[in-house]
């Protein structure tokens, strides 16, 4: 199923840190159920190709060909999420 994806999301990290998975989207190969309209999501089982870490006041622009596991930290996470249609 292609899937287009109708937003760049622009996430900005508050807490002390935040560390994000990252691969390719035409990289993906095992889809973890369908693709959310409302949310504009899609998840996969895949393994990240690499990971990277974001410090209070960084923010990442992450565009639909860029899939990401957000949210891993070690304590509560406080983050702003903006999503700008394309």
Same mark, same amino acid.
Not at 11 to 14: D, G, H, K, L, S
Not at 26 to 33: E, L, M, Q, R
């Given at each position: 199923?292609?899937?287009?994806?109708?937003n760049i999301?622009i996430?900005?990290?508050?807490s002390?840190?935040?560390?994000f =998975?990252?691969k390719?989207r035409?990289?993906?190969?095992?889809?973890? =159920?369908?693709?959310n309209?409302?949310?504009?999501?899609?998840f996969f089982?895949?393994y990240?190709?690499m990971?990277?870490r974001?410090s209070a006041?960084?923010?990442?622009i992450l565009?639909p060909e860029?899939?990401?596991?957000p949210?891993?930290t070690?304590?509560i996470?406080?983050?702003i999420?903006?999503k700008?249609e394309?």
């Open positions: 199923m292609n899937v287009t994806i109708k999301d996430q900005f990290c508050i002390e840190f935040e560390i =998975g990252w390719p035409a990289d993906c190969a095992v889809p973890k =159920g369908d693709y309209d409302e949310k504009d999501v899609r089982n895949d990240p190709d990971f990277f974001l006041n960084q923010f990442v565009f860029d899939v990401h596991a949210m891993i070690d304590g996470l406080n983050k999420v903006i700008v394309i």
